[in-house]
């Protein structure tokens, strides 16, 4: 089955530490995108990347970083400069970037904490 | 910046009834879309519906879109148990480059 696959499913950070959060999919999607949600709050996008090799910043880039090497990889680096991360992280990717009308398609999120 | 807006923040009713959620949003869009989120997972996608259509249906879903009013609304007839879940508008602006801005959702509880 196709899908989205986020690793792991629970991230503990201590002080000053990175850490990085996977994201693989198998749908074929050119677009990937990574969105923090906090509790009882919408989805804030942090990063996208519209092909391989190619990335831009979303709202809340600021302590983030990702890359984008291989078409069905987006891992997401939360580095020790974002010094708020605890929330729930999720992954989305569609189908053709710079399109209109294309839905996205999620993985099951990785919730991350502060030790 | 948050372009749509839930209406209700949360709704609680019986199996069987209906439930309407409301969207509005402030600037023109593209598409508007709604999407489900069962706690501790990730969003699924429910239904979208083009700037050019006013009305949507699929299986027990409607979708309404006024653009005049930058509203929309969904309705989940005869809601089951399984129904809840938040639901979240989400709404791909014009010049946004197709990326997606999200609202905060409305929490839906279905009771038996």
């Known amino acids: 089955d196709g899908g989205i696959t986020q690793s792991p499913k629970y991230l503990f950070r201590k002080e000053g530490q990175n850490v990085t959060l996977s994201c693989e999919q198998n749908l074929n999607h050119d677009a990937m995108y990574w969105y923090r949600q906090d509790p009882g709050q919408g989805l804030r996008l942090i990063y996208y990347s519209q092909i391989v090799n190619d990335f831009q910043k979303g709202d809340i880039a600021e302590g983030y970083s990702v890359s984008r090497e291989k078409k069905e990889s987006f891992p997401l680096t939360v580095t020790s400069a974002q010094k708020n991360p605890t929330a729930f992280y999720l992954c989305?990717?569609?189908?053709?970037?710079?399109?209109?009308?294309?839905?996205?398609?999620f993985g099951d999120g990785t919730r991350l904490s502060i030790l | 910046s948050q372009q749509g807006e839930e209406d209700p923040q949360a709704l609680s009713i019986q199996e069987g009834e209906n439930a309407t959620m409301n969207c509005s949003y402030k600037t023109s869009i593209n598409n508007l879309q709604w999407y489900r989120q069962n706690s501790g997972r990730g969003l699924v996608h429910l239904i979208l519906i083009r700037s050019n259509e006013r009305e949507k249906h699929s299986g027990r879903l409607r979708v309404t879109l006024d653009t005049s009013k930058k509203s929309s609304s969904l309705l989940i007839t005869a809601s089951r148990a399984a129904d809840t879940a938040s639901y979240f508008c989400?709404?791909?602006?014009?010049?946004?480059?197709?990326?997606?801005?999200f609202g905060k959702g409305t929490l839906l509880t279905v009771n038996p």
């Open positions: 989305a990717s569609s189908k053709r970037p710079g399109q209109p009308n294309q839905p996205q398609h």
């Open positions: 989400a709404t791909d602006a014009l010049g946004s480059n197709y990326k997606l801005t």
